[in-house]
């Protein structure tokens, strides 16, 4: 209880902390900045396609495993809880 009641005073600090910050705060870092912003080049291209990568990469690797786990537990065959293949005597 004592745990629940914790985590559920820091999840609210962090949310307050982070509707309260500045716009500028919450704004990208120098260097992503400074690489997006002017025309676009090659360069700018590169970035975006190399922060898609990233970002993609974490939902694909959980994504595959999940999907293993689901085509794995739906190919089990299901426990019966008796044998039919012996007869039964009365």
């Known amino acids: ?7 559920l005073l820091a999840l609210t600090v962090a ?8 716009a ?4 990208q870092c120098a260097m992503c900045k400074t690489a997006l ?9 590169a970035f975006n396609v190399s922060s ?3 970002m993609a990469t974490p ?11 689901y085509i794995a537990s ?4 299901p426990q019966s809880d008796h044998d039919d293949a012996t007869p039964e005597s009365h």
């Open 52 to 54: 898609l990568f990233l």
């Open 1 to 7: 209880m004592r745990f629940a009641s914790l985590a």
């Open 37 to 45: 912003d002017g025309p676009v080049d090659p360069l700018t291209e």
């Open 74 to 77: 739906r190919r089990r065959t």
């Open 15 to 22: 949310l307050l902390a982070t509707a309260l910050a500045p």
């Open 59 to 69: 939902y694909t690797v959980v994504g595959t495993v999940a999907a293993w786990i």
């Open 24 to 27: 500028a705060v919450l704004a």
